[in-house]
């Protein structure tokens, strides 16, 4: 039951989006950047954004030497080109909007492991710097056999390194946390266990029905990545569950930095003395093709595996906790960012970067709203 005060105040508003992850936030602080007088709110499923916003591992990052051999499988180089520049694009404009020290930016640089069966990818080495050449003017990947032995990687299974000086990390609760004041500041109304069940269209507005009330607004953005198809059932997408593990404090821990093997499967990289680990989503792409929250022990068994056998050969660790993200992925690594109707965009699929692409994703959806 709503007050006349309830009515009159948190009902009505020019824009709603659907989920507050990093897509949804950014999409809002774009209007309010454009348009400060509108009205925006954001309407959240969970307590904390429902996803992955705060259960990724911390990686800014736009593709390893292998994952993009991988992609120029099934695109055009423009198309991997483009792709590319998108998520670079992305990275920027979150650094820029909230400051590297509000995000936990560290630039220690990125490292692919590449194991006897990956190392025709040192063939393509200058084949793909050649191509992301004009995006960053530089050469991206180098050979750095040397640091296998310095990281106390086991050599038996590492046979070489690819560095990617560009790579970097962040703290993901506290981009998050920022993200989250920043939109606050602008005067934008954060509606958190605020799940969406249904809505409808007219030609004046849309209503957006949750168990406490029916929202109003002119223009509607669903934000909700994994979860999209519970309102619309036939878009293009499937979920697929990250499982990501945290160890306690390590001595003396050999490396830091953000690291990648397996086309981008497995990813890894130091938190302070940690080591924040995972992937294994490949053991079982259907199985893992959920939205339960849930670590299976196939999963994490690997990641424990490889943890003691591949990156930490000759140290004693223990795990502190580990935990799911759901992702969404498609036919392409394309996001979705389109106009669903006269006044529904739709921002979703961001394939496992939504760090990346998050903030030129909302971006565009800003774009499309305010048309």
């Excluded at 993901?172 to 920022?178: N, P, R």
Aim: proline share 3%; net charge negative; charged share 25%.
């Amino acid at each position: 039951m709503l007050s006349f005060w309830e009515r009159e105040s948190f009902i009505n508003f020019d824009h709603i989006i659907i989920g507050g992850g990093i897509v949804g936030l950014s999409t809002a602080v774009a209007i309010k950047e454009e348009f400060p007088r509108q009205s925006v709110a954001i309407l959240e499923r969970g307590t904390f954004p429902t996803g992955a916003s705060t259960k990724n591992a911390g990686f800014a990052c736009f593709g390893s030497l292998t994952e993009i051999m991988n992609d120029l499988k099934g695109m055009t180089e423009a198309e991997v080109q483009e792709l590319v520049e998108f998520r670079w694009k992305g990275l920027e404009l979150l650094r820029s909007r909230l400051g590297d020290d509000n995000i936990g930016f560290k630039n220690y640089g990125g490292y692919e492991l590449l194991f006897q069966d990956d190392l025709l990818a040192l063939d393509a080495i200058e084949k793909v710097n050649h191509l992301l050449k004009p995006i960053f003017n530089r050469k991206v990947y180098s050979e750095r056999y040397d640091l296998i032995k310095t990281f106390g990687f086991n050599q038996t299974h590492v046979k070489s390194l690819i560095e990617n000086p560009l790579e970097a990390q962040i703290d993901t609760g506290k981009m998050m946390k920022s993200l989250e004041s920043f939109a606050q500041q602008l005067g934008i109304k954060v509606f958190t266990n605020c799940e969406v069940l249904s809505f409808e269209e007219t030609s004046e507005c849309v209503t957006v029905n949750t168990p406490q009330a029916s929202f109003k607004a002119r223009k509607l953005a669903i934000c909700s990545n994994a979860f999209t198809r519970k309102l619309l059932p036939e878009t293009e997408l499937k979920p697929g569950r990250g499982v990501v593990l945290v160890t306690k404090p390590i001595v003396n821990l050999p490396f830091k930095g953000t690291f990648h093997y397996e086309e981008g499967y497995y990813y890894f990289r130091n938190y302070e003395d940690r080591i924040i680990f995972g992937g294994g989503r490949n053991l079982d792409i259907e199985g893992e093709e959920s939205t339960e929250f849930e670590v299976r022990e196939l999963i994490l068994d690997k990641l424990k595996s490889d943890l003691k056998n591949i990156i930490l050969p000759n140290q004693n660790f223990e795990v502190d906790m580990a935990w799911a993200g759901i992702m969404a992925f498609g036919k392409t690594k394309q996001p979705i960012v389109k106009k669903y109707s006269e006044n529904i965009v739709l921002g979703v699929r961001l394939g496992g970067m939504g760090v990346a692409v998050g903030s030129k994703v909302g971006q565009r959806l800003a774009s499309l709203m305010l048309e």
